[in-house]
């Protein structure tokens, strides 16, 4: 299973990114999704899922009104909205296939990641 991230780069506190996801091997089409980060020196932090159908998402607190998870299955996509970042989001931020989401999910395998810093 490989998935694909693009999208991270330097923001300044109270921008947004979008991150993006794609499949290189599969269809994500029938897999619950869901990103993570990992901040240096930190352990990595679900932060939000998404089903299949996309008609479910499931949110950290830490990021619950500030990020949006979505799909595109026509596309093969997953993304994550970030708005209002702040310096603590600085990350390396992976896209994940899932267990199903609910109030907690698990990882399923990883990608490469994509580097978010958020910095003035």
């Known amino acids: 299973v490989q998935v694909v991230e693009s999208g991270g780069g330097l923001v300044q506190p109270g921008g947004s990114l979008r991150l993006s996801c794609e499949a290189s091997t599969f269809s994500l089409d029938y897999s619950d999704m869901g990103w993570f980060r990992q901040a240096p020196g930190k352990e990595r932090e679900g932060l939000a899922c998404?089903?299949?159908?996309?008609?479910?998402?499931y949110y950290a607190l830490s990021v619950k009104g500030r990020f949006t998870i979505s799909r595109d299955n026509a596309k093969g996509a997953v993304y994550l909205q970030m708005n209002s970042l702040k310096p603590d989001d600085t990350a390396i931020y992976y896209c994940?296939?899932?267990?199903?989401?609910?109030?907690?999910?698990?990882?399923?395998?990883w990608g490469q990641g994509t580097q978010v810093t958020v910095s003035s």
């Open positions: 998404i089903s299949s159908s996309g008609g479910s998402a």
């Open positions: 994940t296939t899932t267990s199903p989401c609910g109030s907690s999910w698990s990882p399923y395998s």
